[in-house]
């Protein structure tokens, strides 16, 4: 299993931008594929977007598109997510995932394997 740690969650005003990071342990997290999700209250964890291992293929939500960029350096064991634009329905825990097996890419929770404990983005209209 991959260990994940975010971080650059806060408070930013709409319009503004946020970097999330993630800082990855543990087995080969260059095998991995990796992204972000994200849970709001009251509702359910939802994709926002995902990158392959070898960060030639990327995936974003409808929601973020065009907005955000997901980069990955697997040298430093990292991946990011860069958010511009924000919007009060971006406030949210944005979790960081890996794959369940080396290669497999996602876009919903039922193919991640490991999760981050998450960090707190809050978006002020």
């Known amino acids: 299993q991959v260990q994940l740690v975010e971080s650059g969650g806060g408070l930013v005003q709409t319009g503004g931008s946020l970097r999330l990071s993630c800082a990855a342990s543990?087995?080969?997290?260059?095998?991995?594929?990796s992204g972000w999700f994200r849970q709001a209250p009251g509702k359910e964890r939802e994709f926002v977007a995902s990158?392959?291992?070898?960060?030639?293929?990327?995936y974003y939500a409808d929601s973020v598109k065009g907005r955000s960029t997901i980069s990955r350096d697997n040298a430093k064991n990292t991946v990011n997510l860069q958010m511009n634009n924000l919007k009060p329905e971006d406030t949210a825990v944005y979790y960081c995932?890996?794959?369940?097996?080396?290669?497999?890419?996602?876009?919903?929770?039922?193919?991640?394997?490991?999760w981050g404990q998450g960090t707190q983005v809050t978006v002020s209209s």
């Open positions: 990158i392959s291992w070898n960060g030639v293929n990327t």
């Open positions: 543990g087995r080969t997290f260059s095998n991995y594929a």
């Open positions: 995932a890996a794959g369940k097996a080396p290669g497999v890419v996602f876009t919903t929770t039922q193919r991640v394997g490991s």
